[in-house]
């Protein structure tokens, strides 16, 4: 009564601050960013510094020495461009870029129905398949099981290795930006890596334009000219290297929408090799993109971690993961391989604290039962009426174990 009580009383936490990825939250989970968010400073930085270069050297430059009016124009509309990028590299990084919730109990297996008889009081193990066939568009498609997730992946997922999530359609994880990119931020992506592009040529161009102007007006060769301002002469440079990179980067993913796959997808599974079960059209395939209603969220970090979650065990009717009892790594995670029973057994035994006292030693019965420790309670700790481990115990997404 005393556990109950005190387990009423606790404020359920929220989504966020029971996150069982590896996401970074800011303003109550109204912002969700990866594990690397750090780099966006970089990446802000890699644009901001140059903008400003630009338009303290040049653009004002511009606006001084010449009295055409071009000036003031120019670094408006430097600033305003820049501006727009930041917008886009934030959209991206900041929002759900498509995560699925993680089940709170492995699936069970499709067409089971009901108790096998094997024996008197035994049902059957049955283990999950690895992978399940989807038709997409009249292809099959393959879906893996994540043991993280404890789902199947619908198709077009990954699970992230980085921020520990199965993400919708995704992409690849970008540190650029600090997040996955997938089915919820994709189109936010791409522009910023245009705008970006088109960012750096506006700059190149008006240095070029800058330079040009002080060779006509002083009279003097171009060598001369770029002298007279090495910041011009510097942001040509580096305006140059970089548009090599989110030029390129943005040809490529033009491609790969016009052809609607995903990074993964290209690197992986080369569908110019066989049938690309998404390919739509070129022009139905840039309309996914850019004209489709973006998904909801599925999560909503805000809110209270339901407090029925865990509570009371489903029956698991003898069901094992794939890669139950044998040693397994999450092979995308790249974690140090486990015993599938390990945490849980180990957990069992901490809660369940000296039940091996309680066990008959031949016929399996129990005896020396306490009156608290009922057949339900000790089905909750993972024993049935046999003494044998329940297959899958309850647990939610969030870590809470149940009843607590």
């Known amino acids: 009564m005393n556990g109950a009580s005190a387990g009423a009383g606790v404020e359920a936490p929220l ?45 004002k430059g511009l606006m001084n020495d010449f009295s055409y009016g071009l000036g003031l124009p120019v670094m408006v509309a430097a600033v305003v461009f820049t501006a727009y990028d930041m917008s886009l590299l934030l959209l991206t990084s900041a929002r ?8 709170a109990h492995p699936p069970e297996p499709e067409g089971f129905e009901g108790n096998a008889e094997v024996g008197a009081n035994q049902t059957p193990p049955l283990r999950l398949p690895r992978v399940k066939d989807v038709v997409v568009n009249g292809i099959t498609v393959k879906t893996k099981y994540c043991d993280t997730c404890m789902l199947y992946r619908p198709p077009r997922c990954s699970h992230c290795s980085i921020c520990n999530n199965c993400v919708e359609r995704f992409d690849h994880h970008c540190p650029w930006v600090g997040q996955c990119i997938g089915l919820r931020n994709y189109r936010f992506f791409y522009m910023f890596v245009f705008s970006t592009t088109l960012l750096c040529l506006y700059v190149f161009g008006f240095c070029w334009v800058y330079i040009i102007k002080i060779r006509d007006a002083e009279q003097i060769t171009i060598w001369k000219a770029m002298a007279k301002t090495p910041a011009s002469i510097a942001l040509v440079v580096y305006t140059f290297i970089a548009v090599w990179f989110v030029g390129g980067l943005s040809v490529f993913h033009l491609y790969l929408m016009s052809t609607n796959q995903t990074t993964y997808e290209n690197f992986r599974y080369r569908y110019d090799q066989r049938a690309n079960p998404y390919n739509r059209g070129v022009v139905e395939n840039i309309k996914e993109i850019f004209f489709t209603p973006i998904p909801v969220s599925r999560n909503n970090f805000g809110a209270k971690v339901p407090q029925d979650q865990g ?68 089905a909750v700790g993972g024993l049935d009426e046999q003494g044998s481990s329940a297959m899958n115990p309850p647990r939610t997404s969030w870590g809470v174990e149940a009843g607590r």
């Open 15 to 59: 989504v966020y601050q029971a996150w069982k990825g590896n996401n970074v939250f800011f303003l109550r989970g109204r912002f969700i960013f990866g594990p690397d968010a750090r780099s966006l400073f970089v990446t802000m930085f890699l644009i901001i510094a140059p903008v400003s270069i630009f338009c303290v050297f040049v653009a």
């Open 311 to 378: 509570l009371r065990p489903r029956s698991t009717n003898g069901f094992m993961s794939p890669n139950m009892g044998r040693a397994v790594g999450d092979i995308e995670m790249g974690r140090k391989p486990v015993a599938w029973d390990e945490p849980r057994m180990a957990a069992e035994i901490g809660d369940l604290g000296g039940l091996g006292n309680l066990l008959e030693d031949k016929d399996g019965r129990f005896r020396n039962v306490s009156p608290d420790l009922s057949r339900d309670a000790l």
């Open 96 to 103: 759900d870029p498509g995560i699925i919730p993680r089940n």
